[in-house]
């Protein structure tokens, strides 16, 4: 069973910037390089939304959502079993928790959550 962590949200101000990290573990026949992984986000009273997903292997052609399309970078460490999301000139309507999960479109297992605050 794939098990997954998040880390690194915190309290920002608008403009800021902050990188969430996903550590991934409980792979018993393959790899974390054999799962598209996303980021999807849930802000309070609101449904979830997919953030942004990779491919399997080295993550060509990752996709975003129109709302973080130009500001957030999401990329992988295969030798680390790591997922990253690096999120610039952050708003305060970013302000959610977020999850990573395995799969492209976020539909798949997800680990506990990181709050982002972004805040002046």
């Known amino acids: 069973e794939v098990r997954l962590k998040e880390s690194g949200g915190n309290s920002v101000q608008p403009g800021g910037s902050l990188r969430l990290s996903c550590t991934a573990s409980?792979?018993?026949?393959?790899?974390?390089?054999?799962?598209?992984m996303s980021w999807v986000r849930q802000a309070p009273g609101k449904g979830v939304e997919w953030v942004a997903g990779?491919?399997?292997?080295?993550?060509?052609?990752?996709a975003y959502a129109s709302a973080v399309k130009g500001r957030f970078v999401i990329s992988r460490d295969n030798s680390k079993n790591e997922l990253y999301l690096q999120m610039n000139n952050l708003k305060p309507e970013d302000s959610a928790t977020y999850y990573c999960?395995?799969?492209?479109?976020?539909?798949?297992?997800r680990g506990p959550g990181t709050r982002v605050t972004v805040s002046s």
């Open positions: 409980g792979f018993a026949y393959v790899g974390f390089d054999t799962y598209a």
């Open positions: 990779i491919a399997k292997g080295s993550g060509p052609n990752p």
């Open positions: 999960s395995t799969g492209f479109t976020g539909a798949g297992s």
